[in-house]
């Protein structure tokens, strides 16, 4: 038994979110969003001074990058 069942209507789902819409511009504001991500981590963990926190920061930001790049993928091929 898998965890998480992926399949192609979860990505394609993904990507018809993520399509570039001018009435709505999602994928620009998914973009914002995940660069106001990666900035609230950054300063979060210049803050913080549990280990723990630390820790959670440093994922959060990491993971925020991940999907910054990704982002900036998608409207590259856009």
């Known amino acids: 038994m898998k965890l998480f069942e992926r399949g192609k209507a ?6 018809k979110r993520l ?4 009435q709505h ?5 998914e973009i914002d969003n995940a660069r106001r991500e990666i900035d609230d981590a950054y300063n979060n963990f210049q803050n913080a001074s549990d ?13 925020a990058w991940l999907r910054y790049r990704f982002l900036l993928r998608q409207a590259k091929i856009i």
């Open 10 to 15: 979860m990505e394609e789902d993904i990507y």
């Open 19 to 22: 399509s570039y819409d001018p």
């Open 25 to 29: 511009n999602t994928l620009l504001d």
């Open 51 to 63: 280990p723990d926190l630390i820790d959670s920061y440093i994922y959060k930001g990491n993971a």
